[in-house]
């Protein structure tokens, strides 16, 4: 196991090398918040897009196919597992009820494109971010669902705009039917996309370091429920998973990618939403940057314990 520990751990190490340069960033004032907001937004709306569309110019296999829908799947069962144990632990029926939403939130949604795509990227190339951008479509689903209701308390809120018109969604669905259809892009068309998906690896990873810049004493020790959450998160729900994907006869490539889509710290969205809903935004991005600092070591726990299924 230390063997398989260290050769993850050696590609997570060379992320946070990156990272190191956000937080550098954000100590020296070379980044504002609102640069930021504005690099979050290209890697959304340009850089994700093109890593998925980029991923999927490949040849229509049958076992590829099956893989899709695997992975799918299996995106829907591990959501479906996180939702049980946030609904069950952070009750809103129990005190702090405010609180409790952004736990749930929190608990279920994982920073599956910001983390998760890139550090596929690096372990697996381009088949890990062919199955790992259902996980993400998935994901978007399900945040303008049940993420939106929890956090803003108000069903009314969902519409079916923002359940499918989203990045994540498109770029996948997009990225199918060209699979599907066997297109391929002509060169003026795909160096452009390999040029921004290039981006995909860098950029997000100077983004996070940013924001674990920002993190101070307070941040470990303002609220130690939010560890109950971080823990499910980073531990409990990826080790269940793995073991039901054991159990399920899973191909080791699709474990992999969906357990590093599990075990990804916190979503950067529940700071977002957090903010727009008037919720604790302070304890949502308190969390996100306190969960992305130790996925650091539980990310090539999971890796390692994956490679010796």
Known sequence: MLGNFLLVGQQVVVLFILMIIGIIANRTHLLSKEAVSGMTNVVLYFVTPCVILNSFQREAKPELVSGLLETGALAILIHLLAIFFASIIFNPKKDDEANNRIYRFATVFSNCGFMSLPIDEALLGDIGVFYGAVFVAVFNVVLWTWGLVTMSGNIKEISIRKIFVNPGVLGTVFGIIIFALGIKFPLIIAEPISFLAS???????????????????????????????IALRLIIVPVIAILIMALLKTDKTIIAICTIAAGAPTATVTAMFATRFNRNAELGAGMVSVATLLSLVTIPVLVALVQLI
Not at 213 to 223: A, H, I, V
């Open 199 to 229: 981006l995909n690896t860098p950029v997000p990873m100077i983004i996070i370091g940013y924001y674990i810049g920002n993190l101070t004493l307070k941040n470990f020790t303002q609220d130690k429920k939010q560890y109950v959450s």
